[in-house]
């Protein structure tokens, strides 16, 4: 039996059940060393030195002794009610969350909730949570803007391997950074049939916009966060025609229109405003159906509840869209 199968083991008993070889935790999780050393080798073979070896050389520290080696407890990610002492820290700006994309529909309905665990893991690199995520499936990355929530009363705990705990992550603290680009690119296919369709006639009361069509279908079935990179990734493509830039234009109209109305819908705010400024900001829209420049400065009014006569923002001198467009390659 190898040093990772029974720590496997070890894991399982020190974090889940305790019972399965017979023994008890106290309150902070701790187990007796001579008891855990003589229930594993009921099934296995493992003594003192083996043990300190499985607790020094695992890459993860998942385990601690007491100063006097007597006992031993994992250090967090319990399913069992201890209380491991984790320390009571001041997070950084941002942490992270990893997880399998088959998580992700639950998270963003419910947020991040502890579940079987006392506590939601965090990590605090994008390359950690990715390890993470990996085990779980198909990973996908959360940021979670933890300083925000320490200062709204929230509380952050470190355990002594640097994984960072919290009871939860509400949605509004949490934004996804990692998409399945196959799954992208279905809904931009997706997109262009809708915008290709001949029936769809903007000029008939009769039938639905485009844009309706394709934020009212089309967020219903892959969820807005989804919808929102595919229109991303249309604003970014330089090939694309104006019409279709106009059109992303009316579709985050309607998506701002929703939210104002109460929808929980997540902006990109600053990414998509400065996309849609840098794609149709000046451009001649004779011929067109809709006043696209007004349609614009009521979106950046929306979504940042903006005075529509009296402001003077002017979204492209934004420092944070100019961040943001950078990133794409985009120089303002």
């Known amino acids: 039996m190898s040093d990772k199968d029974t720590s496997k083991f070890i894991s399982l008993i020190l974090r889940h059940k305790p019972e399965t070889i017979g023994i008890t935790l106290d309150e902070h999780g701790w187990a007796n060393v001579d008891e855990l050393i003589a229930g594993v080798n009921k099934s296995r073979p493992l003594d003192m030195e083996g043990l300190e070896r499985i607790v020094a050389e695992d890459d993860k520290r998942r385990y601690s002794f007491n100063e006097d080696k007597t006992l031993i407890r994992a250090n967090q990610g319990h399913s069992i009610p201890v209380d491991v002492e984790p320390e009571e820290v001041e997070p950084p700006r941002i942490l992270y969350h990893g997880t399998g994309a088959k998580y992700t ?11 079987s665990r006392l506590y939601v893991h965090l990590s605090l690199d994008e390359e950690t949570a990715r390890k993470v995520g990996i085990r779980h499936g198909k990973p996908v990355i959360y940021v979670v803007q933890a300083a925000r929530m320490y200062k709204k009363g929230y509380k952050f705990y470190r355990s002594v391997n640097g994984v960072w705990l919290i009871n939860n992550v509400p949605l509004k603290y949490l934004k996804r950074i990692s998409f399945d680009d196959k799954e992208i690119e279905s809904i931009i296919a997706d997109v262009d049939s809708t915008l290709l369709r001949q029936e ?3 000029n008939s ?14 967020q219903k079935k892959y969820g807005w966060e989804k919808l929102q990179q595919a229109i991303i990734r249309i604003l970014l493509d330089d090939n694309r025609s104006l019409d279709d830039y106009c059109e992303m234009a009316e579709v985050i109209w309607i998506a701002a229109l929703k939210k104002s109305e109460g929808v929980p819908i997540r902006f990109r705010k600053k990414t998509v405003l400065g996309l849609l400024y840098y794609r149709l900001e000046g451009k001649d829209f004779t011929g067109m159906h809709n006043d696209y420049e007004n349609l614009l400065w009521s979106i950046a009014c929306k979504l940042f509840h903006l005075d529509y006569c009296n402001s003077t923002y002017a979204p492209l001198k934004d420092e944070k869209i100019i961040r943001k467009l950078v990133k794409y390659g985009i120089h303002i």
């Open 105 to 115: 529909s639950s998270i963003e309905k419910e947020g991040l909730i502890s579940k």
């Open 200 to 202: 769809l006639d903007d």
């Open 205 to 218: 009361i009769d039938c639905p916009s485009r844009a309706e069509t394709i934020f009212e279908e089309l």
